[in-house]
């Protein structure tokens, strides 16, 4: 049988172009995703910070005006979740801490659906035709994870996730 014809045809070509296959975990989606996206690492955290700060003016303030270093933490923890991503409740007593510490700087509970939208948006850009449906909802079941751990710590509840984004490991 011709390669090129056979039923897992497509699914090969789809991982070997970094892509996700039906078959794929939302770990594996996620995994798969950021490895096509990391060379790209620094200018999807500064157009993340552009969107954020265009989205959400008044978070603004709540970042130092250097933001180099903060950069350099979000790239870290998007690299943890991402390594963790098929079994996030190991971040849980780390992302509670976060979530601690987020309240001293001033964040809300109002805030995290805001990053969520903004980051996957943003991923949403810079992955263009390798971003499905499937994909985004991968994102967003982690990010929706790490958020309810952050609120946990920091001793609020953001309320219900947005339909079709439950809150789960991914």
Same mark, same amino acid.
């Given at each position: 049988?011709? @390669?090129?014809?056979? %039923?897992?045809?497509?699914?090969? *070509?789809?991982?070997?172009? =970094? #892509?996700?296959? @039906?078959? *794929?975990? %939302? *770990?594996?989606?996620?995994?798969?995703?950021? +490895?096509?996206?990391? @060379?790209?690492? %620094?200018?999807v955290v500064d157009r993340f910070y552009d969107r954020l700060f265009t989205a959400a003016p008044g978070v603004r303030p709540l970042f130092p005006e250097d933001m180099s270093g903060q950069k350099k933490h979000l790239l870290g923890a998007i690299g943890l979740v991402v390594k963790n991503a098929d079994r996030l409740e190991t971040l849980r007593e780390p992302l509670e801490q976060m979530g601690e510490r987020h309240v001293g700087y001033g964040a809300k509970a109002e805030h995290y659906p805001v990053v969520r939208d903004t980051l996957l948006a943003t991923l949403a850009e810079?992955?263009? @035709?390798?971003?499905?449906?499937?994909? +985004? #909802?991968?994102?967003? =079941?982690?990010?929706?994870g790490v958020t309810g751990y952050m609120l946990e710590g920091a001793g609020q509840n953001a309320g219900e996730p947005e339909a079709g984004t439950k809150r789960r490991a991914a």
């Open positions: 049988m011709d @390669p090129k014809t056979s %039923p897992n045809a497509s699914r090969n *070509a789809s991982q070997n172009a =970094g #892509g996700s296959t @039906p078959e *794929a975990t %939302p *770990a594996e989606m996620i995994k798969s995703s950021f +490895a096509a996206l990391e @060379p790209r690492a %620094p200018e810079f992955a263009g @035709p390798l971003w499905t449906s499937a994909m +985004a #909802g991968a994102w967003a =079941g982690a990010i929706n």
